[in-house]
């Protein structure tokens, strides 16, 4: 199955493609990318976070609700990224010792399906 994703790096670049090889015990993965279709291999150490979209598009106007309450997808999370951007949502599993975990958004109506946070790019991460 290809997994609808937009890739954001920590030196601020983004790519949006699918792929069909991202796990989160693996620190490697390939994109093939929306617009040209070329395949990129993507260390995941140089990024920031990996998105799993609804839309490539998306809605800029629309802000997404922290406030919503979704029962079944573990604790909520508050996770501050070193670029100042914040993400608020639930994760069944964080830890400091992990490369990457998983948040899920507290908005069901976000574009935003589920974030793999890469751990090393952010700035503090809180249970709420």
């Known amino acids: 199955m290809q997994n ?5 790096f920590t030196d601020g670049k983004i790519l949006k ?7 989160p015990n693996k620190s490697v993965f390939h994109l093939s990318e929306n617009d040209t279709g070329a395949i990129q291999k ?3 150490v140089n990024l920031k976070a990996i998105y799993f979209v609804k839309s490539f598009e998306g809605n800029k106007d629309y802000q997404d609700k ?4 979704r029962i ?5 999370i508050r996770v501050s990224f070193r ?3 914040t993400l608020v949502g639930y994760t069944q599993g ?3 010792n992990r490369s990457l975990f998983i948040v899920f ?3 069901p109506e976000s574009n935003n399906e589920k974030v793999f946070v890469v751990t090393g790019a952010t700035d503090n991460v809180a249970f709420i």
Request: charged share 35%; aromatic share 4%; net charge negative.
């Open 4 to 8: 609808r994703i937009i890739v954001r």
């Open 17 to 23: 493609g699918t792929t069909v090889d991202l796990l």
């Open 42 to 44: 993507i260390d995941i």
């Open 66 to 69: 922290i406030d919503s309450e």
């Open 72 to 76: 079944g997808l573990g604790e909520r």
């Open 83 to 85: 670029d100042g951007e």
């Open 94 to 96: 964080y830890s400091a």
């Open 105 to 107: 958004p507290s908005d």
